[in-house]
């Protein structure tokens, strides 16, 4: 069974603070994506990666970065969150055909 | 740059077919894909559309015109469950041989007895 999984469910961090999402897949897949979510603007892509140590910035990627040491792993780095940071982060991975979503990290900075 | 558009709401009754419509301009489009999204969950995969035609897996379908930019998700024999966000995404592969997906905002679809 297909599966991506998130290091966090919810996650409350303090301004200024380094913040480390993490994602996990276990399908080989070579395409990986960080998206963020907010109501009314639907997913947003902060970076995606089509192979490990490759990446690309996708719309909104100021403010963060990412590492893909191994190509089952995906991480998101907050270099110093922001309150405007505040929001649903979904990570996926993909095949050409499908894209499988983790189950997401409801990020709150104060 | 890409731009996805889909209605924000519709709501149609138990029962009923509806029409969920998505007009996009990407000029490395390579694929077409819709999701359903419960509230507080995570999107999950519907349909795969990256040819011209209507794609039909059981209650729900998806039709791709390339020529025209646009796309389509039909919904047939609602049912309750079925209340929810259906986001429309686009396939970029202009810049490199990455493939970049941009999601639309989704049509939030509500359900009436």
């Known amino acids: 069974d297909v599966k991506v999984t998130q290091s966090s469910r919810y996650l409350v961090k303090r301004t200024g603070e380094k913040v480390f999402l993490e994602c996990v897949q276990d399908m080989d897949h070579e395409n990986m994506f960080w998206y963020r979510q907010d109501p009314g603007l639907g997913l947003r892509l902060i970076y995606f990666?089509?192979?490990?140590?490759?990446?690309e910035k996708g719309d909104i990627p100021e403010g963060y970065s990412v590492s893909r040491e191994k190509k089952e792993r995906f991480s998101l780095i907050l270099e110093s969150a922001s309150t405007n940071q505040t929001s649903m982060y979904l990570c996926a991975s993909s095949t050409k055909e499908t894209q499988y979503f983790g189950p997401g990290t409801r990020l709150l900075v104060l | 740059g890409q731009n996805i558009d889909q209605p924000t709401e519709m709501t149609a009754t138990e029962g009923a077919i509806v029409q969920i419509n998505c007009t996009y301009q990407t000029s490395g489009f390579n694929g077409l894909f819709w999701y359903q999204q419960h509230a507080g969950e995570a999107p999950t995969f519907l349909s795969y559309n990256v040819l011209d035609g209507l794609e039909e897996k059981g209650r729900f379908s998806s039709f791709l015109s390339r020529s025209k930019g646009y796309s389509y998700l039909l919904l047939k024999e609602l049912q309750m469950k079925d209340s929810a966000s259906y986001l429309c995404?686009?396939?970029?592969?202009?810049?490199?041989?990455?493939?970049?997906?941009?999601f639309g905002s989704g049509t939030r679809l509500s359900i009436r007895p």
């Open positions: 990666s089509y192979d490990v140590k490759m990446k």
């Open positions: 995404a686009v396939r970029d592969i202009r810049y490199s041989s990455a493939s970049k997906i941009i």
